[in-house]
């Protein structure tokens, strides 16, 4: 049980690293919205199928045949929250998007105790309100108004997120992260009808091609693979150190200089997430010994 943690913990968290050059990325590009959201369903769909094809090779369809209704699940929740983000970010204050993504683990908790009757340890729920609290205390340096459009997207954002990896955790033996190119393909799909089909610079085609080809493919399925392991929340939780290094890397390279509220808010969150891997490798570690 304890190295089951661990590992969900351990993959999670390098999944999260891997999705940090994100923020990076899109803001490096100059490419409109809906052509970047055309590229990157596009890249990742073929992403997801080399690395999935790598992995289980022959029994890669049987593999999305274990999956079942749940698998076209995930790829559609894997779709509509990504869809959320982009739209929520178009329309509304960055902070506004932000502080109501921050809210994933809560609502993938509540899912999981209303549907699945899966409830988590005290230790674990205060670990959720720090990082919540420290991630929104960042996103408050950017709020500001925005067409009510974009909070709704925002909100489809959270609730997607939660409802996939709650879907993920529900079938722990079949690898959902197989069926992500499908979603992927139903955003390029989405984003052709909006005429996004258009063919990007090449220093734009470059930094889309790293993301998509290289640290989202690999984000994404470690991700997805982490609630067969841990509670959805903890996977949600995970998340929101995205929020804080993704900052250091656009503060890093692009010197926009956070907010002291921003710092605070990424403190709280890092430290939170750092307390809680080692209260787990503590506990691992004492199971060891018994």
């Known amino acids: 049980m304890h190295t089951t943690r661990i590992k969900g913990l351990a993959i999670a968290a390098l999944g999260v690293l891997f999705i940090t050059p994100d923020a990076l990325l899109v803001k ?3 490419v409109d919205p809906v052509v970047f959201l055309f590229w990157r369903g596009l890249l990742l769909a073929l ?3 080399i690395i999935n094809s790598v ?3 022959s029994q890669l369809v049987p593999e999305m ?3 079942g209704w749940k698998g076209w699940f995930c790829a559609c929740a894997f779709a509509v929250s990504t869809l959320g983000f982009v739209v929520g970010m178009k329309n509304t204050a960055a902070g506004n998007v932000l502080i109501i993504l921050n809210t994933a683990p809560v609502i993938a908790a509540l899912i999981a105790w ?3 009757k899966e409830t988590l340890p005290r230790r674990t729920w205060v670990i959720i309100v720090v990082c919540v609290t420290g991630a929104s205390i960042m996103a408050i340096g950017e709020w500001g108004r925005g067409e009510p459009l974009g909070l709704v997207m925002a909100v489809v954002a959270a609730i997607g997120i939660a409802a996939n990896l709650n879907v993920a955790r529900s079938k722990p033996d079949a690898d959902m992260s197989v069926m992500l190119m499908f979603g992927a393909l139903v955003l390029a799909a989405l984003a052709a009808v909006a005429g996004g089909a258009k063919l990007p610079s090449l220093r734009d085609s470059l930094f889309i091609a790293l993301l998509c080809l290289f640290f989202l493919p690999i ?3 470690l991700i997805q693979i982490g609630p067969r392991y841990i509670p959805a ?3 949600s939780m995970m998340l929101l150190l995205e929020t804080v290094i993704g900052a250091f890397l656009v503060w890093l390279v692009l010197d926009e200089v956070p907010t002291r509220l921003s710092l605070f808010g990424g403190v709280i969150v ?6 809680h891997g080692w209260i787990e490798v503590r506990r691992y570690r004492r199971a060891s010994l018994r």
């Open 28 to 30: 490096i590009t100059s």
């Open 47 to 49: 992403s997801f199928l």
């Open 55 to 57: 992995r289980y090779r």
């Open 65 to 67: 045949k274990r999956c």
């Open 114 to 116: 209303l549907i699945w």
């Open 219 to 221: 984000a994404a399925t």
């Open 233 to 235: 929340a903890e996977v």
């Open 270 to 275: 890092f430290s939170a997430l750092v307390a």
